[in-house]
Nanobody, 115 residues
Framework: QVQLVESGGGLVQAGGSLRLSCAALGITSSISGMGWHRQAPGKQRELAAS???????NYADSVKGRFTISRDAAKNTVYLQMNSLKHEKTADYYC?????????WGQGTQVTVSS
């Protein structure tokens, strides 16, 4: 039984910052990767940032240099620090954890960027 608990979403002014967190419950071992996917209204869900068990990070070109992904392995938690948020980044963010080639998804947390 796996549950991903996300937090940190909300309303922020353009140019502001938010920090998302996702705690993976019910997973005891063998997590190969954790990450965040973004889904804007009317768009497909796309990778924003990911981090492997070996701490290798990957970022979408649109967020590179502004977003930072990190993890706390002891807590099975992944974070996404989002700086310089733009209006076009208003979207739902979904946490994903991969274990033994199986993907687990959070319910999503909404990030709304105001003008």
């Amino acid at each position: 039984q796996v549950q991903l608990v996300e937090s940190g979403g909300g309303l922020v002014q353009a140019g502001g910052s938010l920090r998302l967190s996702c705690a993976a419950l019910g997973i005891t071992s063998s997590i190969s990767g954790m990450g965040w996917h973004r889904q804007a209204p009317g768009k497909q869900r796309e990778l924003a940032a990911s981090i492997t068990s070996g701490s290798i990070t990957n970022y979408a070109d649109s967020v590179k240099g502004r977003f930072t992904i990190s993890r706390d392995a002891a807590k099975n938690t992944v974070y996404l620090q989002m700086n310089s948020l733009k209006h076009e980044k208003t979207a739902d963010y979904y946490c994903k954890v991969t274990r033994e080639f199986v993907n687990y998804w959070g319910q999503g947390t909404q990030v709304t960027v105001s003008s």
